[in-house]
Structures are given as C-alpha cells and as structure tokens.
C-alpha cells in the first residue's frame, strides 16, 4: 500500500503536481516514518526551504550515506550562502542611496512578506507560554502582526479564486498557521468592532446610557480570541471527523482546519470592519447583511475546496461536511454563549 502510494507521489511530482505530490508523500511518511525514500521526494515537492532542509535532514537522520540528500542540502547552503551575498551589497547600495537623498528608507519587499511563506523566527522576541506545532522557539509582536497580516492577505487572495493560492497555502498547513490566522483577524477584528461600540458608547455618555455598553464592549474584545479559537477547532474537528470517519478521506486535522479559516477568518473580518463602520453611520442592518452573504459565500467556497481537499468518493459530500461545520459551530458558539453568559 505504502509502496504504491510513494510511487504515485513521485509520479505526481514529475507531472509538476508538487501540491498533489505532497499530499501523498506526507501520508505515506506518517505511515513510514523511515522511509528515506519518501522524505527525499517530500523533500523535492515543497517550495519552503525551510521545510525541504529538515526533510533532506531527516533522510540523513535515517541514513547518512544518502548521498543525494548530502548532495541537495550542499547546493542549498551555497544557494543561501550567495542570497546573503547580494542581499548584503544591495543593504550596503540602500544605505549608500538614503545617505544621498535625505537619509529616506526606501520600502523594501523582502522575503518575509511574500507569498512563499512566513518571516523567520524573532532573535529578541519571547517564548509562547503554551506548546502551538511548529511554532517558531520565540515569536515577536512586531513579527506575528507582519505574518498574521500575510496570511490574512492570502485568505483575501482565496477568496477572489487566485489560481493557486488554497492549494499552495493548503499545502503548507500547519497548526502555527491555523492559529496565527484565527488569532490575527479576531484581534483585528475585535479592536475595530470595540472601536465603533466605544465611539457609540461615548455619545450615549451624554446621555448617561453609555457606561455599562463600553465595559460590556471592552469584556467582549479581550475573551474574544479563546472563545473564537475554541468555536474555529471545534466545528473543524466535527466536521473532519465526518470526512475521515464517514467518507475515507486520509487528510489530516491540521489541513482540514486551515482549509476552513483560510476562507472563513478574513471572511469574518471584512464583515466586521464593514458592520463597524455601517453602524456608526447608522446603516447597521446593511451591514449586517452583507456580512451574512460574505459568510455564506466563504462557506460555499470552503465546500469547493473540501473537494478538492479529500477527493470523496460519493457526490456531495463537501457539502454535507460543511453542513456539519456549519451545526457544529453554531452549536460551540450557543454553548460559550451559555457559559460566559
């Protein structure tokens, strides 16, 4: 079985279905986790450095004599060796420009903020008090606002149906990526819907009705990212259970999970600044409205990606999982509303 799965990921992988390639080739690792074979390939499918060093490391692991891991990390150090050489001299160019032109910054489009993935770790930054997977050793403020914007741009770019971007960004799913982007557009969200009920709350001041609404406003924004986190996992782990359980599918939680909130947090988001500034005008029902069919369309789009995701068998199926989603969320949702009250 294993074997004809890994033969079938290299296959994929020289048609150039790298996202196909990795999906098979993840499955048959976590079947064989010393399967050199297997890591080298997964290895060769991913467009993360990062994550392709600590395959071909793997494969060491497993076997040192690998020659052709040996062979590939070599050209990755001397690839990175001469990125650090032209990155030094054009650093080196900028300084020498912004000396001559008034000391400005120019803007610079680095790595970290394009689609390849996120930025590296904070060296100053600190440790997270409690264990994410694949979360970097210490994480900054400054860095995760830089990295939560970036995946939140690339929920923006799935949900305008860019060719590419749910399969790419999919495919490097992790549980670091999934509650980066859950935290990101709740806080941002929260902070700009407290913004417009502080704004409300304080011309009900002059009338003396505004006090208890601004608390009440300031409560909800700081339990709003756990019992958002809470509401996101459950629902996603209700609804994977049906996929893999019900149907066969092989995806991991992990996948399944990010495929929903790539679509579904800056869904959430977008509604929530327009219903903040709507409301503020006095146009709240509007607001509410077209947040209802944001989140009816980031539904319907998370249903075409959950077939492509797990290639179910019997027809839709991707829709009766995000039925399931749907329930299970608003379900999780009425419970907390229960118990915080």
Sequence with gaps: ???????????????????????????????????????????????????????????????????????????????????????????????????????????????????????????????????????????????????????????????????????????????????LLVGWCTLVGGAITAAGGLISGLFGLFSGRGLGFIIITLITFIISVPVTGVVYYGAAYASHWYAKEQQGSQQPLVRHAYAIVLYYAPATLISAALSAVLSVIGLGFIGSLIGLALSIYALYLVGLGFKGLHQFAQPNQEWITVIIYFVAFSVIVAIMGVIIG
């Design 1 to 179: 079985m294993a074997t004809d799965r890994l033969k079938e990921g290299i296959d994929a992988l020289q048609r150039g279905d790298r996202v196909g390639a990795r999906a098979i080739l993840e499955e048959v690792v976590g079947v064989e986790p010393q399967n050199e074979t297997a890591w080298y390939y997964l290895a060769a499918a991913q467009d993360d450095p990062r994550l392709r060093r600590t395959y071909l490391e793997r494969v060491l692991i497993i076997n040192p004599n690998n020659q052709r891991a040996r062979d590939v990390l070599q050209k990755l150090d001397e690839a990175e060796a001469s990125v650090r050489s032209v990155q030094d001299q054009a650093a080196q160019a900028q300084g020498a420009a912004s000396q001559s032109s008034g000391g400005v910054r120019p803007i610079s489009s680095s790595p970290a903020a394009s689609s390849s993935g996120l930025g590296a770790a904070a060296s100053g930054g600190f440790s997270l008090p409690f264990t994410i997977p694949d979360a970097p050793a210490k994480v900054g403020i400054g860095e995760m606002f830089r990295d939560g914007l970036h995946l939140f741009l690339q929920g923006v770019a799935a949900l305008q149906s860019k060719p590419g971007v749910f399969q790419e960004e999919v495919g490097q799913a992790t549980w670091w990526r999934f509650w």
